[in-house]
């Protein structure tokens, strides 16, 4: 099994932050294998899909962004030989650039840096970037995303992770 991992805060107040580019991803994903997001566990909002013939669940932690590690353990731990991909907004990536990584640290990146806490460096992730912010960082990623950024780094991304899908 696959499991994807969009990374974000609930909550209608930052559904369209650069923050919850993960949950964006996660979104339009669901919404392209025709699948909505039911079912709750694992400190989530999740759903099931078949892709290729093969399982793959996409998820968005509730535990805020910063805490997103006690989701993904709690996933590792259930589902022991998936491979598991996470899906968050980078500062340290050129704006409207999609990079994959196969592992790391969490730089700069709060909720990376908490699921490293949990779970190592061993996984892979989909930076999207958003650029450095030109004032406090905080403020930065929980703006609204324009609607042209959005429109196009969306799709990118979403491309990215059916790339790692099918590889």
């Known amino acids: 099994m696959k499991i994807i991992i969009g990374l974000g805060n609930p909550g209608k107040e930052y559904s369209?932050?650069?923050?919850?580019?993960?949950?964006?991803?996660?979104?339009?994903?669901?919404?392209?294998?025709?699948?909505?997001?039911?079912?709750?566990?694992?400190?989530?909002?999740?759903?099931?899909?078949?892709?290729?013939?093969?399982?793959v669940?996409?998820?968005?932690?509730?535990?805020?962004?910063?805490?997103?590690?006690?989701?993904?353990?709690?996933?590792?731990?259930?589902?022991?030989?998936s491979k598991i991909l996470v899906v968050v907004d980078d500062i340290d990536t050129q704006i409207g650039k999609v990079k994959y990584k196969e592992h790391g640290s969490g730089g700069t990146h709060n909720g990376l840096r908490n699921i490293v806490d949990f779970v190592g460096e061993n996984f892979e992730r989909i930076k999207v970037g958003i650029g450095q912010p030109q004032g406090d960082l905080k403020n930065f990623v929980l703006q609204n995303i324009d609607k042209p950024f959005k429109d196009e780094i969306i799709p990118k991304a979403c491309s990215k992770v059916k790339e790692w899908l099918n590889g």
């Open 16 to 55: 369209q932050t650069y923050h919850n580019i993960g949950f964006m991803v996660v979104d339009e994903l669901a919404k392209d294998f025709g699948a909505q997001f039911f079912k709750k566990g694992f400190k989530s909002v999740y759903c099931e899909v078949r892709i290729n013939n093969q399982k």
């Open 57 to 81: 669940m996409l998820v968005k932690p509730q535990t805020y962004m910063n805490n997103s590690g006690e989701c993904v353990i709690l996933l590792k731990n259930k589902f022991k030989d």
